[in-house]
């Protein structure tokens, strides 16, 4: 629980300065481009978090990395305290994506540690949509202090400050999951590992997760100036709600996923994921903050089915060691999803109108779906990587190799010994 506690607690903090922005924009004189290359900065320090510390975990041990993240978090909020410049915005993006880098692997891995074996699908719903729940929580508790209380460019980092500090004690009182193993350094090394088994998962679970992790860029780094410029509202807790109409869904559609094989969840997944984006640009076009709201809402349970089910995939059959390089790999593909569309779209921010930017992020998920919807396939029904299954028996058979907490059984013990 301290684990789920601290990934929530890790992205409310990444999403305390959206409804901010705004104010930096009339106040401080920050751009749309200067905005979107504070996403860029922070998925940045993201991804060299996650590929250079991405393992330490598993040679420091769970709860001291991530306790290091929370830590390099709490620095982030401290430094957001005094915002008056892009530099200190971007100083400070950076030092949280570091520590989200950090977390995002750690703590998941933690999470799925922990994690009791049934229901099969909890570990892999409480790893995937604890960061959307922490996005959507910061995101609706910023607007609403920047709107309702006192020091509005202040008190929500306070705010993020007090409750990392609290998961940093929980944290520390919790039992370890993993033995360290020395040396540390070598985790350092910039590398990617997958296991045989499930690599044939990853240009599908690329699309996936480069599609929806991108909108949810596109959310954070251009929904306040189409909040306000498009659809006509000012309040910063309206702006909050948008961000969070998008991203809470996710984890009303993670169990629906949950429960289907990663094959159908990642089809119907990204069909209403597309659905919703379709929707999504109609309002724009519109002018309609409703119809936003509603097809926002449709396009999160969309990514909560699809991305629960990539996970799970990516999961079967992992170890203990594997899971730490498991969710480096993930969240790097996530990350540059978010990182380069935003470059992108932030540099053509000055040439196009931000409808028009949207219908680009549309035409992102349209290609992904149709890769998803030709390409997805389940989990091989073995240890060698041969072959794979599209019924259910394909976790039942995993689960003959690896006990409720991820360890090799005898059986795979001997498979492991015999080389295959």
Same mark, same amino acid.
């Given at each position: 629980?301290?684990?789920?506690?601290?990934? *929530?607690?890790?992205?409310?903090?990444?999403?305390? +300065?959206? +409804? =901010?922005?705004?104010?930096?924009?009339?106040?401080?004189?920050?751009?749309?481009?200067?905005?979107?290359?504070?996403?860029?900065?922070?998925?940045?320090?993201?991804?060299?978090?996650?590929?250079?510390?991405?393992?330490?975990?598993?040679? @420091?041990?769970?709860? @001291?990395?991530?306790?290091?993240? =929370?830590?390099?978090?709490?620095?982030?909020?401290?430094?957001?305290?005094?915002?008056?410049? &892009? #530099?200190?915005?971007?100083?400070?993006?950076?030092?949280?994506?570091?520590?989200?880098?950090?977390?995002?692997?750690?703590?998941?891995?933690?999470? %799925?540690?922990?994690?009791?074996?049934? +229901?099969?699908?909890?570990? #892999?719903?409480?790893?995937?949509?604890?960061?959307?729940?922490? $996005? #959507?929580?910061?995101?609706?508790?910023?607007?609403?202090? *920047?709107?309702?209380?006192?020091?509005?460019?202040?008190? &929500?980092?306070?705010?993020?400050?007090?409750?990392?500090?609290? #998961?940093?004690?929980? $944290? !520390?009182?919790? +039992?370890?999951?993993?033995?360290?193993?020395?040396?540390?350094?070598?985790?350092?090394?910039?590398?990617?590992?997958?296991?045989?088994?499930?690599?044939?998962?990853?240009? %599908?679970? !690329?699309?996936?997760?480069?599609?929806?992790?991108?909108?949810?860029?596109?959310?954070?780094?251009?929904?306040?100036?189409? %909040?306000?410029?498009?659809?006509?509202?000012?309040?910063? @807790?309206?702006?909050?709600?948008?961000?969070?109409?998008?991203?809470?869904?996710?984890?009303?559609?993670?169990?629906?996923?949950?429960?289907?094989?990663?094959? *159908?969840?990642?089809?119907?997944?990204?069909? &209403?994921?597309?659905?919703?984006?379709?929707?999504?640009?109609?309002?724009?076009?519109?002018?309609?903050?409703?119809?936003?709201?509603?097809?926002?809402?449709?396009?999160? *349970?969309?990514?909560?089915?699809?991305?629960?089910?990539?996970?799970?995939?990516?999961?079967?059959?992992?170890?203990?060691?594997?899971?730490?390089?498991?969710?480096?790999? %993930?969240?790097?593909?996530?990350?540059?999803?978010?990182?380069?569309?935003?470059?992108?779209?932030?540099?053509?921010?000055?040439?196009?109108?931000?409808?028009?930017?949207?219908?680009?992020?549309?035409?992102?998920?349209?290609?992904?779906?149709?890769?998803?919807?030709?390409?997805?396939?389940?989990?091989?029904?073995?240890?060698?990587?041969?072959?794979?299954?599209?019924?259910?028996?394909? $976790?039942?058979?995993?689960?003959?190799?690896?006990?409720?907490?991820?360890?090799?059984?005898?059986?795979?013990?001997?498979?492991? !010994?015999?080389?295959?």
């Amino acid at each position: 629980m301290s684990a789920v506690v601290s990934l *929530v607690a890790s992205f409310a903090a990444a999403a305390a +300065p959206i +409804p =901010l922005y705004n104010i930096y924009r009339a106040e401080d004189g920050f751009t749309n481009f200067g905005i979107s290359m504070a996403i860029v900065t922070y998925t940045v320090g993201t991804m060299v978090g996650l590929l250079v510390l991405g393992r330490l975990s598993n040679h @420091l041990g769970r709860r @001291l990395t991530a306790m290091a993240s =929370l830590g390099l978090l709490l620095l982030g909020c401290l430094l957001l305290l005094n915002v008056h410049n &892009i #530099s200190t915005l971007l100083a400070g993006r950076i030092l949280m994506g570091v520590g989200t880098g950090l977390a995002s692997s750690t703590l998941t891995s933690y999470i %799925v540690d922990a994690a009791p074996a049934r +229901p099969e699908w909890l570990a #892999s719903v409480a790893s995937s949509q604890g960061p959307m729940l922490g $996005l #959507s929580i910061g995101a609706i508790a910023s607007g609403a202090l *920047v709107q309702f209380g006192p020091w509005p460019r202040d008190l &929500i980092y306070l705010v993020c400050a007090g409750f990392l500090s609290v #998961s940093a004690v929980l $944290l !520390a009182i919790s +039992p370890e999951t993993v033995t360290p193993t020395p040396p540390a350094w070598r985790s350092l090394l910039p590398r990617v590992i997958i296991p045989a088994q499930v690599r044939h998962l990853l240009p %599908v679970a !690329a699309a996936v997760l480069l599609a929806t992790w991108a909108t949810g860029a596109f959310y954070q780094a251009f929904v306040p100036a189409l %909040v306000e410029d498009q659809l006509h509202a000012r309040s910063p @807790l309206i702006l909050g709600l948008v961000f969070a109409a998008y991203m809470a869904p996710s984890v009303l559609g993670a169990p629906i996923g949950g429960r289907s094989t990663p094959l *159908v969840a990642q089809r119907v997944g990204m069909i &209403i994921f597309l659905a919703g984006m379709i929707g999504i640009i109609t309002a724009i076009t519109a002018g309609t903050l409703a119809l936003f709201i509603i097809a926002s809402i449709v396009a999160g *349970v969309g990514q909560g089915v699809a991305t629960s089910g990539t996970t799970r995939g990516l999961l079967h059959g992992s170890t203990l060691i594997d899971r730490a390089s498991i969710f480096s790999a %993930v969240y790097l593909i996530c990350y540059s999803g978010a990182a380069f569309p935003s470059l992108i779209s932030g540099k053509l921010s000055n040439t196009f109108s931000l409808p028009q930017i949207a219908f680009g992020y549309g035409v992102l998920a349209l290609g992904a779906t149709l890769f998803t919807i030709l390409g997805a396939r389940n989990p091989n029904t073995d240890a060698t990587g041969n072959g794979s299954s599209d019924s259910s028996s394909t $976790l039942d058979d995993a689960a003959a190799l690896y006990d409720a907490r991820g360890r090799p059984t005898d059986t795979a013990a001997r498979l492991q !010994a015999a080389g295959q």
